[in-house]
């Protein structure tokens, strides 16, 4: 089974500051999509940024952006010019290609102050 | 706008007394998923709908139940909730099932056990 490890419960960001997320995610397959969705507080979950293995491009979303790394198995947020909208949960997720159940990661909470 | 909808967003129910949780979507999705996710932990799929077809996760408990009247509607029916039930339930969807879909969730509805 592929197991994804957010390592930080929580992390905080002054406005218009940047601010990395870290992931990492264990698998034997050589396919597979990796997402970033965002859960603010009592609304849905979101989708961010999606990242296809094959592709060695980073996916880039506006302010957010991936570092994608295949062999080290880390994939990592980014988040320039922080605003207070993006003060919420961020999970990252793992799909197999020939999959469809998201794999989750436990959750960082952002905080964004002022 | 086209969304995905949980009625209620919080449910009360009573140990043992059976409770069922809604989903509608007008997105016209082909799959529907219903996923756990208890408190402090990473979202954890139950089962799924492709159309009318429904997949199980291997270690779904089988107090868990899940119908699907029409392509709009799913709902999840716990028969004999536990203490250990509690949770937020998430329902998504996607056009079709694979890797490469993204999934389109709503805003969970919270389930307590008294």
């Known amino acids: 089974a592929q197991t994804v490890t957010q390592s930080q419960p929580e992390m905080s960001v002054q406005e218009a500051e940047t601010v990395t997320l870290s992931c990492t995610y264990d698998t034997s397959e050589n396919n597979y999509y990796l997402f970033w969705y965002k859960q603010p507080p009592s609304r849905q979950m979101i989708l961010v940024i999606r990242?296809?293995?094959?592709?060695?491009q980073n996916a880039t979303e506006n302010r957010f952006s991936v570092n994608f790394q295949k062999a080290a198995k880390s994939f990592s947020l980014k988040i320039s010019d922080s605003q207070l909208g993006d003060t919420a949960m961020y999970f990252c997720a793992y799909v197999s290609n020939s999959g469809y159940a998201l794999n989750f990661g436990k959750g960082t909470s952002l905080l964004v102050t002022p | 706008d086209a969304m995905v909808i949980q009625n209620p967003r919080y449910q009360v129910t009573q140990f043992g007394k059976p409770v069922t949780l809604s989903c509608s979507q007008t997105l016209n999705h082909n799959v529907m998923y219903w996923y756990q996710q208890k408190s402090s932990q990473a979202p954890k799929l139950l089962f799924h709908y492709y159309d009318k077809d429904f997949n199980n996760e291997a270690d779904t408990p089988d107090n868990f139940q899940s119908r699907r009247p029409n392509t709009s509607f799913c709902f999840l029916d716990i028969r004999s909730p536990g203490l250990g039930d509690a949770a937020m339930y998430l329902c998504?969807?996607?056009?079709?099932?694979?890797?490469?879909?993204?999934?389109?969730f709503g805003d969970g509805t919270r389930l307590s056990i008294l």
């Open positions: 998504a969807t996607s056009r079709v099932r694979g890797g490469n879909q993204p999934q389109h």
């Open positions: 990242q296809e293995a094959y592709k060695q």
